[in-house]
């Protein structure tokens, strides 16, 4: 019922900036709550930030002030900014959908395929 597509990454030196997109394909955008996460090689996936549809956001402390989420609901797109790049951001990025107003069913979370980002000089 619903894919995710991520886009957009990379690869960035140091410092530089780099703008994820997610495209969410399906009904009720705007029921989803949507969020990144990341997965540094040998590492767990970790959450990067959750956008709520109140607009309240949380994002990890290792991004926070560097990174910003943001949707587009018109165009059922989410984004993630990410200004001031670390090495340690190097990671493959995913795109999370979880269904959180009128829930039924099942099929609630969703996952996109990944985009590579790599910083490094």
């Known amino acids: 019922q619903v894919q995710l597509v991520e886009s957009g990454g990379g690869l960035v030196q140091p410092g530089g900036s780099l703008r994820l997109s997610c495209a969410f394909s399906g009904s009720s955008f705007s029921f989803y709550r949507m969020g990144w996460y990341r997965q540094a090689p040998e590492k767990q996936r970790d959450l990067v930030g959750i956008m709520l549809n109140g607009a309240s956001t949380n994002y990890a402390d290792s991004v926070k002030g560097r990174f910003t989420i943001s949707r587009d609901n018109a165009k059922k797109m989410v984004y993630l900014q990410m200004n001031s790049l670390k090495p340690e951001d190097t990671a493959v990025y995913y795109c999370?959908?979880?269904?959180?107003?009128?829930?039924?069913?099942?099929?609630?979370?969703?996952w996109g395929q990944g985009t590579q980002v790599t910083v490094s000089s």
């Open positions: 999370n959908a979880r269904r959180v107003l009128f829930v039924s069913g099942n099929e609630n979370d969703y």
